[in-house]
T-cell receptor, first 111, second 113 residues
Framework: GEDVEQSLFLSVREGDSSVINCTYT??????LYWYKQEPGAGLQLLTY?????DMKQDQRLTVLLNKKDKHLSLRIADTQTGDSAIYFC???????????FGSGTRLLVRP | DGGITQSPKYLFRKEGQNVTLSCEQN?????MYWYRQDPGQGLRLIYY???????QKGDIAEGYSVSREKKESFPLTVTSAQKNPTAFYLC????????????FGPGTRLTVL
């Protein structure tokens, strides 16, 4: 089946690293995404990774993919208060060709 | 300045009324989507369209209708048949279809009074 799971909440201190985790069930997924949603706003695409990659780095963001364990993570280095938002993991399983979202992880950055 | 616009940002409706949410994109994307977001949940697909004059039901289409008369526009009508319409509605588009990256509009918050 298709299911994407994330922890609901993460709190970090400003300047620390944040790691948001995601597990998915469909091993045939070709693309996996991370979106950011600020309060009352739409979703902003942060980054994505192809399933044939293990890691992707983009400035403060690092995405790690463990296909064997079906685990995806997003690391934010030097987390700032502006990073406080809800982060959604999403996959496109080959079986359905729809974008399947997790329920989102709310990141709170404490000063 | 390319992007996706949704209007209005906030919408209030009385029970029993139909209401139409607007979504426009100038990205020249073929595919457009409507999602519903409820508190503490991920997004659920309502309808999608991969080409003008064609659209398909998503996972929660009951009580909703759409049209795709123009490439850049994909309005969503929330009908009185939708039992629990209060939610945040997000429109998205992608170049061709689901395997292309989806870009989202700012959303419309619908409240039924």
């Amino acid at each position: 089946g298709e299911d994407v799971e994330q922890s609901l909440f993460l709190s970090v201190r400003e300047g620390d690293s944040s790691v948001i985790n995601c597990t998915y069930t469909d091993s045939s997924s070709t693309y996996l995404y991370w979106y950011k949603q600020e309060p009352g706003a739409g979703l902003q695409l942060l980054t994505y990774i192809f399933s044939n990659m293990d890691m992707k780095q983009d400035q403060r963001l690092t995405v790690l993919l463990n296909k064997k364990d079906k685990h995806l993570s997003l690391r934010i280095a030097d987390t700032q208060t502006g990073d406080s938002a809800i982060y959604f993991c999403a996959e496109i399983p080959d079986s359905s060709y729809k974008l399947i979202f997790g329920s989102g992880t709310r990141l709170l950055v404490r000063p | 300045d390319g992007g996706i616009t949704q209007s209005p940002k906030y919408l209030f409706r009385k029970e029993g009324q139909n209401v139409t949410l607007s979504c426009e994109q100038n990205l020249n994307h073929d595919a457009m989507y409507w999602y519903r977001q409820d508190p503490g949940q991920g997004l659920r697909l309502i309808y999608y369209s991969q080409i003008v004059n064609d659209f398909q039901k998503g996972d929660i289409a009951e009580g909703y209708s759409v049209s795709r008369e123009k490439k850049e526009s994909f309005p969503l009508t929330v009908t009185s048949a939708q039992k629990n319409p209060t939610a945040f509605y997000l429109c998205a588009s992608s170049h061709r279809g689901f395997t292309d990256t989806q870009y989202f509009g700012p959303g419309t918050r619908l409240t039924v009074l």
